[in-house]
């Protein structure tokens, strides 16, 4: 699979831990890196603007989708490339899927769970086939991973699902995870996860 660009979920706070931003800001940096592209909520605050910000000082392009509510509350990124304004939050998350060839999840509340466990639905229903992966900084996604293992324990979730989500602790590792999946491995799991 051939990767140009990345959709990264994550919080419009930066959260308690320094080491969420530090995240964040090797994410945009090692995108640009890598020569991808960032797609992303468009804010420019919390995680999402370090995210932003570290990729566009890295030289990357960065694409931001953003609801014109948000828009009018002044926490849109003005200095992006490519800001894109829509009409409402379901409409952002639809353009942000449609233009991203993978996507992760940074740290994050509510919204950035939501948008993750949606890709992983869409994926779990045969959707798509783009991978998507957990930035597990500083352990925060450890109870989110046990619950999706318990919720394997209670067959409510089949294992070839589970098996769908990449985990790793360092950004560099996750995008080289990203990058590498064999597509032939991910449809075997997802076409087993259809069965």
């Known amino acids: 699979m051939t990767l140009r660009r990345v959709c990264v979920y994550c919080g419009s706070s930066s959260g308690s831990r320094p080491d969420y931003a530090l995240a964040a800001q090797a ?20 995680l999402m603007g370090q995210v932003a910000d570290a990729a566009l000082a890295a030289g990357g392009h960065v694409i ?14 003005r200095g992006l490339p490519d800001l894109r304004v829509v009409g409402t ?5 639809a353009l ?8 992760i999840a940074l ?25 998507f992966g957990l930035l597990n900084t500083a352990g925060f996604y450890d109870p989110l ?3 999706f293992d318990h919720q394997v324990k209670e067959r409510f979730v089949r294992s070839e699902h589970r098996e769908l989500i990449i985990s790793h602790t360092e950004p560099e590792a996750l995008l080289e995870a990203l990058a590498t999946i064999q597509v ?9 996860a259809q069965q």
């Open 27 to 46: 994410v945009g940096t090692a995108l640009a890196r890598r020569g991808l592209e960032l797609v992303y909520g468009g804010g420019n605050v919390g």
């Open 64 to 77: 931001g989708v953003i609801p014109e509510s948000l828009m009018a509350r002044e926490v849109g990124h």
């Open 89 to 93: 939050m379901h409409i952002r998350k």
């Open 96 to 103: 942000m899927a449609e233009l991203a060839d993978a996507f």
């Open 107 to 131: 740290p994050g509340g509510f919204g950035t769970i939501e948008e993750f466990c949606e890709v992983l639905t869409w994926a779990q229903l045969g959707l798509h086939r783009k991978p």
């Open 145 to 147: 991973l046990a619950f």
């Open 184 to 192: 032939p491995n991910l449809d075997k799991w997802l076409d087993r």
